[in-house]
Structures are given as C-alpha cells and as structure tokens.
Antibody, heavy 121, light 110 residues
Framework: EVHLLESGGGLVQPGGSLRLSCAAS????????MNWVRQAPGKGLEWVSA????????YYADSVKGRFTISRDNSKNTLYLQMNSLRVEDTAVYFC??????????????WGQGTLVTVSS | QSALTQPASVSGSPGQSITISCAGT?????????VSWYQQHPGKAPKLMIY???NRPSGVPDRFSGSKSDNTASLTISGLQPEDEADYYC??????????FGGGTRVTVL
C-alpha cells in the first residue's frame, strides 16, 4: 500500500522559513511526479507545486512562485518544500500527493495526511 | 489562476441522484481530458474518485460517474448513500502545466 508521510510543519513568524518533507514508501518513487496541495482552515484545496519524477521540471502556483521551492531526493524517496518569506495567508494544512504520471501534475491518486503550517506573530 | 467554479452545496435523499458541476475555461477544463474529482471527509485527506473525466480508480463504487461538455465537467452520484456526505472538489490540468481546483461542494444526505 502506497504511503506518504509529511513532516516539518509548525508555528513560524511572518517572513520566516520552514522546510516540509514527505517520506514515500511502497512504490517506485522516481516513476511519479509529486505535488504539494494546501488547505487553509475551513477553506478549499489549493494546488501549490509539482515536480516531475526525474526532478527535471518544477511547477508553481502564482501565489507561491519565487518564495517556495520544491525538490526531491529519489535516493531517499523523499519530497521537500522549502518555504521562505512566509505570510499569514500561507497558514494551512499542507498535503503531499502523488500524481499518476511521471511528468505532469494531474490525477493525484495518493495523499498523505498533511502537516499544519501556522504563520503568526 | 482562478479556481474552477462549483456550487457551494448540493443535497439529496438516500437513493436519489445528484450532480455537481465544475465550470472552467478553454485553458483548463476545455483544453484537456484531465479533470479529476476528489472526496474529502472532515479531518481526512482527499480521495481520488474520478480521473481523466470519467474513469474510476479501483475500489470506487460505480454509483460515481463523471462527464464533460466543453468547459464544464460534472460528477454524478447515483443512489446516494449516507457515507457519500462529504466535500467534493474538481480539478483540472491547465495549459500552463499547473493544476487548478474548484472551490468545493458540500454534499448533504438528507
């Protein structure tokens, strides 16, 4: 059974930084594009970023472009999201999700349980 | 990137059929057959229910079906069950190689 486990969330001040991790298991990690999706408290889902299986291409929502960086280490089966210049509006549960393809962010077939990021002074 | 447009809420009685719409543009829903639907129960992670407009992953009941016409996709739940009460989100791949979600629809089983 595919398993995704996020970590690294917590409380951070506006302007601060945080790095999220997502440990993957029970599938060939490098064969799949991976995504980060967030959900602000009481709100809907918002796609944040994606990375292809080889890490050759990355994609970002306009709301985080230039502040967030997605990366992956296929030798460690781990996905990352480096978040800089955090804003109050970045407060959300962050999910990692597997895409069913290697090259594009679509068909998110498996999701982790999420990690909460709170940006507040 | 604007979110896809979904109704805020839809309700139905057990056994009835309901349909949730998902309106996009020619740059997302209308551009590709890469529309997905996700079910989310409170406090849980989303679950993929429909992918590529009308395909059901293994284990998803066949009372869930999807379709698309031009820039609008739809999810139909036939024979509504109490456990179908949840939030439902559509998503679409876009011409910018990004993903966009709808605002979500709360389904209530009366």
């Amino acid at each position: 059974e595919v398993h995704l486990l996020e970590s690294g969330g917590g409380l951070v001040q506006p302007g601060g930084s945080l790095r999220l991790s997502c440990a993957a298991s029970e599938f060939t990690f490098s064969n799949y594009a991976m995504n980060w999706v967030r959900q602000a408290p009481g709100k809907g889902l918002e796609w944040v970023s994606a990375i292809t299986g080889s890490a050759g291409s990355t994609y970002y929502a306009d709301s985080v472009k230039g502040r967030f960086t997605i990366s992956r280490d296929n030798s460690k089966n781990t996905l990352y999201l480096q978040m800089n210049s955090l804003r109050v509006e970045d407060t959300a549960v962050y999910f990692c999700a597997r895409a069913s393809t290697v090259v594009a962010p679509r068909n998110l077939d498996y999701w982790g349980q999420g990690t909460l990021v709170t940006v507040s002074s | 990137q604007s979110a896809l447009t979904q109704p805020a809420s839809v309700s139905g009685s057990p056994g009835q059929s309901i349909t949730i719409s998902c309106a996009g543009t020619r740059n997302d829903v209308g551009a590709y057959n890469y529309v997905s639907w996700y079910q989310q129960h409170p406090g849980k992670a989303p679950k993929l229910m429909i992918y590529e407009v009308s395909n059901r992953p293994s284990g998803v009941p066949d009372r869930f079906s999807g379709s698309k016409s031009d820039n609008t996709a739809s999810l139909t739940i036939s024979g509504l069950q109490p456990e179908d009460e949840a939030d439902y989100y559509c998503s679409s791949y876009t011409r910018r190689s990004t993903l966009v979600f709808g605002g979500g629809t709360r389904v209530t089983v009366l």
